[in-house]
């Protein structure tokens, strides 16, 4: 059974950092695209980043610059390192994983992925 447990989530300060986790179970992780998404109250999820098979990373808008994805393939762990952080930023985050052929595959729509975890919240306020 596959499993993917998110971790690292808080409050922090605006300006503040935080790492979020994401531990895979029962994936032959090497052949997942994996990405971060994130929900606020009241909004629809969107895609905050991804990184494909052979490590190609993408990033929505908002966050480049400060949001930085990596994955420990032996590990089977997906990180997502946010710096800079803004209110705005403050969401429920979700890591997910599509099972994928393509090593250079990565993508910010929900539809391919298959596998969820079950969020971890980060606020950011003073």
């Known amino acids: 059974q596959r499993q993917l447990v998110e971790s690292g989530g808080g409050l922090v300060q605006p300006g503040g950092s935080l790492r979020l986790s994401c531990v895979a179970s029962?994936?032959?992780?090497?052949?997942?695209?994996m990405a971060w998404f994130r929900q606020a109250p009241g909004k629809e999820r969107e895609g905050v980043s991804c990184i494909s098979r052979s490590g190609v990373a993408n990033y929505t808008d908002s966050v480049k610059g400060r949001f930085t994805v990596s994955r420990d393939n032996a590990k089977k762990t997906l990180y997502l390192q946010m710096n800079s952080l803004k209110p705005e930023d403050t969401a429920v985050y979700y890591c997910?994983?599509?099972?994928?052929?393509?090593?250079?595959?990565?993508?910010?729509?929900?539809?391919?992925?298959?596998?969820w975890g079950q969020g971890t919240q980060v606020t950011v306020s003073s």
């Open positions: 029962g994936f032959t992780y090497d052949f997942f695209t």
């Open positions: 997910a994983a599509f099972l994928t052929s393509a090593q250079a595959l990565c993508l910010l729509t929900s539809r391919p992925f298959n596998d």
